[in-house]
């Protein structure tokens, strides 16, 4: 019996993984992004937080605060 046959590639290689913001367990090549191109598609170089999530997290921060407007004098 050799070691070899007994592995194959798909056991070395993690398809899913769970997302560090929903904690849902998703499709590590299509719903996580690259974290640098150069990276290769090693499972090492994808993000730990889903698309989705990185949008929502995104859109979130960026949101303009209008609070200042009420503050600002008027001249």
């Known amino acids: 019996m050799d070691i070899e046959d007994s592995f194959e590639l798909e056991h070395l290689l993690f398809n899913e993984r769970q997302c560090r913001s929903c904690y849902q367990t998703k ?19 994808y993000s730990y937080e889903c698309k989705e999530c990185t949008i929502k997290r995104v859109m979130n921060s960026r949101k303009i605060d209008t609070s200042f407007k009420n503050d600002y004098p008027d001249w």
């Open 27 to 45: 499709n590590l090549l299509t719903d996580f992004y690259l974290t640098r191109k150069d990276r290769g598609s090693f499972p090492s170089a």
